[in-house]
């Protein structure tokens, strides 16, 4: 049967009416979280906590074919949930990025971007010129996962009383939702008490519209689709998707 039909195409807008409205109230819904209140909850100190930013690169923000405005945006957000957080005492930093061996599988999909040794694999210079960022640990990767073939997984095991997440960066449905789940489902799997939260300002994904894909032969990407279905499917399991940290 041929599923590419105007009446099936129809029939799943239609089906699917109720609950996109559903998300896009949930979404409207969220409100922000008070860092302090929420670690006195859980009895978390400062030390406890590590904030993962991710993949803010210039070759996602300021240069090359994968750098775009929606990310460009995540820039002020995540200075200041840095600043917020380095201001309330944490020092655990770490900044999983793109850092490509030149000949990456990646590519495959998305077409040679973040190579290492080139400028577009290096951290923002709004993020590296932070008194944070004496605090940074970049964690390179050659993949959309923080863990597979990093440091990450080691870092962690050393650090078993690092129980509270807070990510941030790009993209939603890619390293942000590898991340967030990654940390979720580890503890998880562990027993381990933990939280993840993502804040919604401080996170985006690109924009590719069906148009302009199929003029170069490419997969269309609905920013704002991909980005709130993800988020959900975050929420969904277990990961606390707020509107910011305060
Ligand atoms: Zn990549």
Redesign the pocket.
């Known amino acids: 049967m041929n599923t590419r039909t105007p009446e099936r195409s129809r029939a799943l807008s239609q089906r699917s009416a109720e609950f996109m409205a559903f998300l896009a109230n949930w979404q409207a819904d969220l409100e922000p979280l008070s860092l302090e209140s929420d670690w006195a909850a859980h009895g978390v100190a400062a030390n406890n906590v590590a904030v993962f930013v991710v993949d803010m690169v210039n070759g996602f923000c300021h240069e090359g074919p994968l750098a775009g405005p929606r990310v460009q945006g995540l820039i002020a957000p995540v200075r200041a949930a840095v600043a917020r957080c380095y201001a309330l005492g944490v020092r655990h930093f770490l900044l999983p990025q ?1 850092t ?1 061996e030149s000949d990456a599988l ?1 590519f495959a999909q ?1 077409g040679p ?2 190579v290492v040794g080139q400028s577009e694999s290096a951290t923002i210079p709004e993020l590296a010129g932070m008194p944070a960022a004496a605090d940074f640990t970049v964690v390179a990767k050659n993949s959309l996962h923080p863990a597979y073939g990093t440091e990450l997984e080691a870092w962690l095991a050393q650090r078993p009383e690092v129980r509270y997440f807070v990510i941030i960066g790009d993209c939603t449905d890619l390293c942000i939702y590898q991340t967030a789940m990654y940390l979720r489902l580890a503890a998880n799997a562990a027993q381990r008490e933990c939280q993840v939260v993502v804040p919604e300002n401080c996170v985006q994904t690109y924009d590719l519209p069906v148009a302009t894909a199929q003029t170069i032969g490419a997969m269309p990407h609905d920013g704002d689709v991909l980005h709130l279905i993800f988020l959900y499917s975050m929420a969904l399991n277990g990961v606390r998707i707020v509107k910011a940290v305060e």
Do not use: K, V
């Open positions: 793109d490509h990646e998305f971007h973040c």
